[in-house]
């Protein structure tokens, strides 16, 4: 009996904290490589068993050398280093789990994500660089890589982004349920469910998430807030978040999507007004209340029986109250009150992507980027024979 497709996903989120390899078996499918088709969905959530995960953290040089290169502060010899620098640390994260995978995904680190020309900043191109050569994956782990998922979609017409909701649409969608699966990484971003009709999934960047707050956190040289305790410890300056509440990106209407290149404490008017702990306050609840906004304009009127939330942001209590005080009565949960593994769910969703690329099946949403079509999103990097 043929064994089910087995892929290990990679995945650097914009947080920047580490690499997250989850490898997922996908029972009833295809095998890779196989003539066929996907099956029809059925069943309750989520479809894609996760048989292993492991999380391993940057090094602060590493993480520093990452986060210089999305601030515009790296140099093109410092840009070309991170890349086969980071090839390097995810090829040792893949070789951990490869040994049972058929084909690996990787999404690889962002370092900019323009969506939409901006020529006030200078950029007259949409564009998008992930870096983490794949060649290094290959050449470590002797298996097929998929990598460079973004650029054929934004080719096509799309915006890039968002990829995942492709992915959660296969393992979280369900008959008769209205369900919101988000995630608060250093951008939010949710898709929306309305049962199996996957004509009627929506999904989009909201805004920021943590990238905000962990550069407040960054202020106490630290990482992020740990525990919420510095959001749940400052003045909040609601003349501030009402003034950046009407940011054009936050009232545009989907498909949409951002990243850490326009949501930092330097495009903020008069956040360095406020004392350290004021920031970190005043950032929390602007970006939970970013994320609220988005849901009262997009999502509420459609319906909206549940929101599952992954991500770090599910780990901030501080967060998470906000959130749900915002959105009641709906039901806000997180991915471990479901019993469900919310680090896994990015590098999880790119797995499948990967899968559906190898196999030759388009593996986008256009009504979600925005693209003229569906395309076959991820570049084939093969060992030698």
């Avoid at 069943?43 to 990452?66: C, I, K, N, Q, S």
């Avoid at 564009?127 to 298996?143: D, F, P």
């Avoid at 054929?152 to 992915?167: S, W």
């Avoid at 986008?364 to 030698?384: D, F, N, Q, Y």
Wanted: glycine fraction near 10%; hydrophobic fraction near 45%; include cysteine.
């Amino acid at each position: 009996m043929t064994r089910a497709p087995r892929i290990l996903g990679l995945m650097t989120g914009t947080s920047v904290d580490g690499i997250d390899a989850v490898l997922i078996e996908l029972p009833g499918w295809p095998a890779c490589g196989t003539p066929g088709r996907p099956p029809q969905l059925s069943g309750p959530a989520p479809r894609v068993t996760v048989l292993e995960h492991r999380h391993t953290p940057f090094t602060d040089d590493l993480r520093d050398a990452l986060l210089a290169a999305g601030r515009d502060d790296a140099r093109t010899s410092d840009l070309t280093q991170a890349n086969f620098w980071l090839g390097e640390v995810l090829a040792a994260a893949a070789a951990e789990l490869s040994d049972g995978a058929d084909v690996i995904a990787s999404h690889g680190q962002t370092v900019h994500h323009i969506p939409a020309p901006d020529p006030a900043r200078g950029w007259h191109t949409r564009s998008t660089l992930q870096i983490g050569e794949a060649s290094m994956i290959v050449e470590r782990t002797g298996r097929p890589v998929i990598s460079d998922f973004r650029p054929p979609d934004m080719a096509a017409g799309g915006q890039g982004a968002p990829l995942v909701p492709f992915a959660d649409h296969l393992m979280y969608a369900e008959h008769g349920v209205r369900r919101a699966v988000h995630n608060l990484g250093g951008i939010s971003n949710l898709t929306y469910l309305p049962g199996l009709d996957v004509a009627g999934v929506l999904a989009f960047d909201t805004g920021p998430a943590n990238a905000l707050i962990d550069e407040a956190a960054g202020l106490f040289h630290r990482r992020f807030d740990d525990g919420g305790q510095l959001g749940a410890s400052g003045y909040v300056a609601d003349p501030l978040i009402r003034t950046w509440l009407d940011d054009p990106y936050l009232l545009a209407a989907p498909p949409k999507s951002t990243g850490r290149e326009r949501w930092n404490l330097q495009q903020l008017p008069g956040v360095f007004e406020l004392d350290a702990r004021d920031i970190a306050a005043t950032v929390t609840a602007f970006s939970v209340r970013s994320v609220a906004q988005a849901y009262e304009q997009f999502v509420l009127p459609l319906g909206l029986d549940e929101v599952v939330v992954a991500g770090g942001g599910a780990l901030n209590p501080t967060f998470m109250a906000q959130f749900r005080q915002a959105l009641a009565p709906v039901p806000v949960v997180t991915f471990e009150e479901r019993g469900w593994n919310s680090a896994a769910r990015e590098a999880a969703a790119f797995a499948v992507l990967g899968y559906y690329a190898y196999q030759g099946w388009p593996n986008t949403l256009p009504a979600t980027t925005g693209a003229r079509h569906a395309v076959i999103a991820g570049k084939l990097s093969r060992p030698a024979p």
